[in-house]
Every structure is written in C-alpha cells, then in structure tokens.
C-alpha cells in the first residue's frame, strides 16, 4: 500500500512539494501522512487525528484533524449507513483549525456533486485539486469564525466525492490558513 501511495503522490507531482520522500520512510520533517479510501495528503505533524470511519446516510465520515480537536457522535438510533441522531463536537482555541475528512457516495445529483456544489452556490469556486474537478464553497461554521468546504471528485465516478471541510477559529488565521491550503495542495486520489 505504500508504495502504491507513493506512486501516487509521484505522478501528481505532490513528491516535489513534499520533499524526497521512499517508500517506508518518514514523512519530509514537520509533516505526517494521511491515507483512507483514496484519498491522501500531507499535514502538519503536531496536529492531532482523531480517526473515525463511520457510516452514516451517503456519508462516511473518515476523520478529523487539526490544531483543536473534532469527532461525532451518534444517539442510539444510528444505524451504520443509514444515519441516526448524530452530533459534531469541534473544539477549537484561539488561532486554532480543525478539517473533517468525508467520503459522500449519492445520492445521485444531476451532472454530479462537484457541479451541483457549484450551481447551488453563487459564491462557490471551480477548481482542480488532486488533478480532480473540484468546488470551493462556505460552510456552516458551528464554534469556528469561519469555515471552507472542498468537494472534491473521484476519479471514474462522478457520484462520489471526498469532502474536506476546514473549520478556523481566530484572532489571527493567517497561520491556519496556510497551513489548510498546504494540505489542499498536497492532495492525490487513488484512481
């Protein structure tokens, strides 16, 4: 798996920003590896990861990472892929970010996720990343000053898409970020 990564990363061009990285060894100095469900990047390794995989209705919910600290919860009605009473609980400090990693898989939209993002948000942005049809949009930023959502394609199937949503608390996010556009722009997708 690791070396299918790398290849990866290599062909997108996502090595030369990362530094010279081999199979098996660590990541370049100051950052990690993220890896689930095709989808892979870099971040800074002082943040913490909090892992989740769970399934909720079209969502699985892979992650969360950051500065602060974030997961989700769900009442004793969740059923595994078909929802429930779930809660996020984000916890954020000043100057702080925390990024939910999510893979949504339908329901099916006209033209695709990427487009339906873009055609219901007269402020959200086309993009590419990873190499992938890509939108920009705001999100509900729950206990954080703002919030930004990528949505992002998967190769081969319009109807599937990677969500990162980056929630960053202030006073000063410059730092923040930076750093969340340094993980955007460390994006591969596993074909």
């Known amino acids: 798996m690791i070396i299918a990564v790398v290849v990866v990363l ?3 061009g996502v090595l030369g920003r990362l530094g010279s990285q ?3 060894s660590a990541p370049p100095s100051g950052l990690a590896h993220y890896s689930g469900q095709g989808l892979s990047f870099a971040y800074p390794a002082a943040w913490k990861v909090h892992e989740l995989d769970l399934a909720l209705h079209y969502e699985d919910v892979l992650a969360y990472l950051g500065s602060g600290s974030g997961t989700m919860t769900c009442g004793s009605d969740y059923i595994p892929g078909a929802g429930g009473t779930c809660d996020q609980q984000l916890m954020l400090g000043p100057d ?3 990024i939910k990693v999510s893979r949504m898989d339908g329901p099916p939209t006209p033209h695709g996720w990427v487009a339906w993002t873009l055609s219901g948000d007269a402020g959200a ?3 590419t990343v ?3 049809p890509a939108a920009r949009s705001s999100a509900a930023p729950d206990v954080a000053d703002s919030a930004t959502q990528w949505t992002i394609s998967r190769p081969g199937d319009m109807y599937v898409v990677y969500t990162l949503v980056a929630y960053v608390k202030g006073p000063d996010v410059t730092a923040e970020q ?3 556009q340094a993980l ?3 994006i591969a997708i596993a074909p």
């Open 184 to 186: 955007i722009d460390s």
């Open 22 to 24: 081999q199979p098996g």
């Open 10 to 12: 290599a062909a997108t």
């Open 125 to 127: 942005v086309a993009l």
């Open 96 to 98: 702080s970010v925390v």
């Open 178 to 180: 930076a750093q969340v």
């Open 130 to 132: 990873g190499g992938q």
